[in-house]
């Protein structure tokens, strides 16, 4: 027997999927030195999320090596567990912000983030499954995604660190659930691995959207 075949299958939950990367980490480390500045860089950014998520129902913390993937999840309200996914990355850019203002420059740190909902398989301090690839897809979003997309914004207008883009699944929630934030598409996109063009989304705080849309 198969050593796959052995093993029990894992729980499936709905959970929000959180991908968070240090931009520029690698560059970072390499100019002044991963003991010297990327090792605690990393470590105030994994403090960081546990503070900010520890009351808001953050149920699995993996590291990417240039950042770190989240889970959030409530028993009661998949819709709950996004609001708080998302209130919890908003909080952390805060206290960031903060940081940063408290440290050198080659120890700040600068984000993208990512938010995602689906269902996932819960494996020991990991999950699995296509959700999982779909929250990293978005991460990756850049400038250079724009041009091949439908409707895009300018990709001048794409921010370059510490913004917060969302799938539509977690939009609709959004917009249903909660006048917190406001959401700005950056075009229909065609994500690697998943079929159609995918609409995403950039949440940003309130009021902040007619602020965007008034700079263009």
Not at 125 to 130: A, L, M, Y
Not at 147 to 170: D, G, H, K, M
């Amino acid at each position: 027997m198969a050593a796959s075949e052995a093993e029990p299958m894992p729980e499936i939950a709905t959970e929000v999927i959180v991908v968070i990367d240090l931009v520029e980490s690698t560059l970072t480390s390499n100019l002044f030195g991963w003991y010297a500045v990327g090792r605690h860089s990393l470590r105030d950014l994994r403090s960081l999320v546990g503070e900010v998520g520890k009351s808001r129902g953050l149920r699995c913390v993996r590291s990417t090596g240039d950042g770190y993937l989240l889970t959030f999840h409530d028993p009661q309200s998949a819709e709950m567990a996004a609001i708080r996914a998302v209130e919890a990355v908003f909080d952390l850019l805060h206290r960031i912000l903060v940081r940063n203002q408290q440290v050198s420059e080659e120890r700040a740190l600068n984000l993208r983030c990512a938010v995602h909902l689906g269902e996932v398989d819960v494996v020991a301090d990991d999950r699995e499954g296509p959700h999982i690839s779909m929250a990293f897809r978005l991460e990756e979003i850049s400038r250079a995604s724009l041009p091949a997309a439908l409707n895009p914004i300018p990709p001048e207008q794409f921010p370059l660190q510490n913004y917060v883009l969302c799938s539509e699944e977690v939009a609709g929630i959004l917009s249903r659930r909660t006048k917190q934030w406001d959401l700005s598409s950056i075009g229909l996109l065609k994500l690697k691995g998943f079929p159609g063009w995918r609409e995403v989304f950039r949440v940003l705080p309130e009021g902040q959207a007619a602020q965007v849309a008034m700079a263009e």
